[in-house]
């Protein structure tokens, strides 16, 4: 791999790690936002629903304007200031008030939007084709330990330093992150000669995205996959636990880790059968929709049927993240279809799709918190999503 290409992906993936952290993190710090919510006269469930859903909408909305950013501006530039907004936001989250908790959020939203974005740009283009699927997946496993990071170590941090001083802590790792995006990521966008320009190409390369019927059925896809585990792991996991299995509760993040891990194992897996062995996208992506449609309905009718130990919880909780990991050959379908230039923009378009879906699946629970109607949701979008499977194309061979 070409030296320049690799210290801007290692610049990339610890930006990533950082995003991960920050995504996912709400799984675990629901008593610390419940006692803030009381404190303040706030009901702690409309509270934590906000917190959570916060950083998604505000990732969801700026998916498009992120896709265009990061192909016009350049990864170079536009990780930097992101890294900055999202420390800014980590930073304005360690103040223990309710709406400037809620704030951080959003800008860490915003700031967290640009990055897996500018990791598809920089792959697209700089990268060869056959490796797209395995340098994802690295990026996925990399973004993973995070979200372990974000189960039982950032428990223990938070039991040592508080909820404060772990994100400020998370704020001045951010700003480091920034400064060395900026010098380590070698890319900057199509608009080196002019701006203006490169802005006028990239919104009329979105012009083709967003009327695909492949990006549109890809979109879908997310929604009944990564969409769905991102809302599991960082809110309603927890409200599924203590509903379902209460004598499991205080076992949380480490039924989390073990859904991280699985999901961190099997990413990098996937990629690598999809770029040496299939040699193919759209067999993984039609049993990821299968897998995810099958699983999540044995979650809703599990509490139902059986009575289900915690160790029974610990495999579930592995094999969903292995199932989870089948997602990963998204990205790469989202962008492989259209100019590789142009990687930012068109994985933009099926991104936001599914972040505005992780804000929707959180904002549910504020007024219906039964998590077996929201998995049992999110079956029957995966089984529509394998009914649409028929219209997207296969990206890495010619069907």
Known sequence: MDKKLAMSLVALYTAYFLVYIHRTVTGVIQGELSNIATSNGIEPSLFISMVASAYFYAYA????????????LGAKRYVAISMFTLGLGSLISSIPNPWLIVAGRVLVGIGASAVWISIQRVIGVYADKSLGATLTGIGLAVGNFGALFATLPI???INIYGLSGTLLFLSIVAFLVGIISFVSINDHGVSSHSIKDGFKQTLQQLRVVVRSPHSLALGMAYLGSYSAILSFQSLWAP????KYYPQSLQDTPSLLFMLALAFLIGVSLMGFISDRVLKRRKPILQACCLLHAIFWLVLAFLPILVNVSYNLLLLLFFVLGLVAS???VISPMAREAYNHEYSGTTFSFVNMIGFLGVAIYQSI???HPDPLTVIAVFSVLSII???LSRNIKETLKTE
């Open 155 to 157: 428990r223990i941090l």
């Open 61 to 72: 909305a700026l998916q498009l304007p992120s896709g265009v950013f990061s192909d016009a």
């Open 326 to 328: 089948t997602h990963m």
């Open 239 to 242: 409200i599924y636990i203590k």
């Open 385 to 387: 999503a394998l009914a």
């Open 365 to 367: 629970a504020t007024f």
